[in-house]
């Protein structure tokens, strides 16, 4: 009896903590393939509610300083979130609306929705032959103003988080977010992207090394990136074998006390 109850125990502890497989990023060797950098050089076009950092410089201040103002809602970008409030923002942005345009003063409405930040920066440099009269006098430099993505599910932080960088991958958000936990699937990370033909669904395995090489491992604005739980969790006996054996000696110990104390009577 006693050696069934041992393999019991045995088995229950193997099934219920968590492997060190499960946990070990980007395991095996890397595929030699030059589709990653086919990816890298593959322009952003922008989409509703990224945020643009525009600059405006020439010899004439005077009139630069009328185009560099704050644009109007620029304060209340992030829609309300504390956590952008309380670090305040690091750039004087323009954010995309619903229609694909941005608001520039004295330029007006700008549909900027598909289009990369060069055609951007061609955009406004052509409206402003208007107001220059040597057009060449002037420098426009558009930029992404930082990455906004959501992070949910099992990670040490959710929630939206701004990543001050043009260019930002998974690894980066992830650790923004303080990592996925213990009793997160790095084996099916869900990434949902809104491109300009509708809401896509990306499945990325984070154990596997050759994920550096996927299109959505390289993170875009408004991504939403969610961690599902392993199923170690759900059964509540514990991450580790040494948690599963504290567990099931509580157990063991209670169900003992019980029987003691049903026998007494």
């Given at each position: 009896m006693r050696i069934y109850i041992a393999f019991a125990l045995l088995l229950i502890i193997s099934a219920s903590c968590i492997p060190l497989k499960k946990q070990v990023y980007f395991q095996g060797e890397i595929t030699e393939t030059d589709s990653i950098q086919k990816?890298?050089?593959e322009p952003y076009r922008l989409q509703v509610n990224d945020m643009l950092d525009i600059q405006i410089k020439s010899s004439d201040q005077k009139l630069v300083e009328l185009f560099n103002q704050n644009p109007t809602g620029a304060g209340n970008m992030g829609g309300g979130n504390a956590r952008f409030s309380e670090e305040g923002l690091?750039?004087?942005?323009?954010?995309?609306?619903?229609?694909?345009?941005?608001?520039?003063?004295?330029?007006?409405?700008?549909?900027?929705?598909?289009?990369?930040?060069?055609?951007?920066?061609?955009?406004?440099?052509?409206?402003?032959?208007?107001?220059?009269?040597?057009?060449?006098?002037?420098?426009?430099?558009?930029?992404?103003?930082?990455?906004?993505?959501?992070?949910?599910?099992e990670v040490a932080?959710?929630?939206?988080?701004?990543?001050?960088?043009?260019?930002?991958?998974?690894?980066?958000a992830l650790a923004v977010a303080g990592d996925i936990n213990?009793?997160?699937?790095?084996?099916?990370?869900?990434?949902?992207?809104?491109?300009?033909?509708?809401?896509k669904k990306y499945v990325v395995n984070m154990l596997d090394v050759n994920s550096f090489d996927q299109n959505t491992f390289f993170v875009q604005p408004n991504d939403i990136i969610y961690v599902e739980p392993l199923k170690q969790k759900s059964w509540g006996t514990?991450?580790?074998?040494?948690?599963?054996?504290?567990?099931?000696?509580?157990?063991?110990?209670?169900?003992?006390?019980?029987?003691?104390?049903i026998n007494n009577l």
């Open positions: 990816l890298q050089n690091y750039f004087t942005t323009y954010s995309i609306d619903r229609h694909g345009n941005i608001r520039l003063p004295y330029l007006g409405e700008i549909n900027v929705l598909g289009y990369t930040t060069p055609e951007v920066t061609e955009k406004i440099e052509s409206k402003f032959q208007v107001y220059f009269k040597n057009p060449e006098d002037v420098f426009v430099s558009v930029r992404l103003a930082g990455i906004r993505v959501t992070i949910i599910g932080n959710t929630g939206t988080h701004l990543l001050y960088l043009n260019e930002a991958n998974l690894v980066q213990i009793t997160g699937n790095r084996e099916n990370v869900t990434v949902y992207r809104k491109e300009i033909n509708g809401t514990g991450t580790t074998g040494l948690q599963t054996v504290t567990s099931l000696i509580a157990v063991l110990s209670l169900v003992t006390t019980t029987i003691l104390l």
